[in-house]
């Protein structure tokens, strides 16, 4: 299914435009994550100006509306399928883009490198998934490949349990510090967002529209 619609987006001019659009999307989102996150977890400055690079996301977004709602106009009857799958996975791209200003607001707040405390080891670890996750997604995305798409899916789960194990941990345990123990539950729960809506733009490669943000039955 997902590579009639590749095709369909690499055929007709706008839609080209379109998906390269979310493809140069999910490219930035990718790096304003390992920045942010990279930075909260060595508690060094963020370099990367976010928050505009936020804004592009945004517009991107917009764009990639503008031209899908164009090429519907033209066309009324073709390329439906591809075009709302889609504009539905802008919106996953675009709240990457959300958290990872969250992130860079923990960054600021917290200003020193991740202890080793058993939960943040966790997080260290699960940030690396969810990179990994990114690669699994983009792949995926830009070549049709079903087969990452479904690893990526599956990789979320991991990613989901160990956020939530870390929450239980932080509220079960008597932390000390409390600035970490807030950081770690706040960054515990961007992630598990993160990997949540690269799990969504997955199952748009993996599923049919129906069922995008969900497992296959």
């Keep these: ?19 390269d659009e979310a493809n140069q999307m999910l490219e930035t989102v990718r790096d304003m994550f390992v920045t942010v996150s990279g930075s909260l977890l060595s508690g060094q400055k963020v370099e990367m100006d976010i928050h505009k690079r936020d804004k ?7 764009q990639v509306r503008r031209k899908v709602l164009e090429h519907l106009s033209i066309n009324p009857k073709q390329d439906v399928a591809a075009s709302l799958v889609l504009t539905s996975v802008v919106i996953d791209i675009e709240r990457i883009g959300d958290y990872s200003k969250n992130v860079k607001e923990l ?26 996750i990114f690669s699994l997604v983009a792949e995926s995305f830009k070549n049709g490949d079903v087969e990452k798409a479904r690893l990526a899916i599956g990789s979320h789960q991991a990613v989901k349990n160990c956020c939530d194990s870390v ?51």
Aim: charged share 30%.
């Design 107 to 132: 960054v600021d707040l917290y200003q020193q490198e991740f202890a080793d405390v058993q939960y943040m080891l966790d997080l260290r670890q699960m940030t690396r998934s969810v990179e990994d």
């Design 1 to 19: 299914m997902f590579k009639e619609i590749l095709s369909f987006w690499t055929r007709d001019d706008l839609l080209k435009e379109a998906y």
């Design 56 to 62: 592009q996301v945004n517009e991107m977004e917009r």
């Design 167 to 217: 929450i239980e941990h932080v509220f079960r345990e008597q932390e000390s510090d409390t600035k970490r123990a807030v950081v770690g539950v706040l960054y515990a729960r961007y992630l598990k967002r993160v990997s949540a809506h690269l799990k969504n733009i997955a199952t748009g490669v993996a599923n049919p529209f129906d069922m995008i943000g969900y497992r296959e039955k």
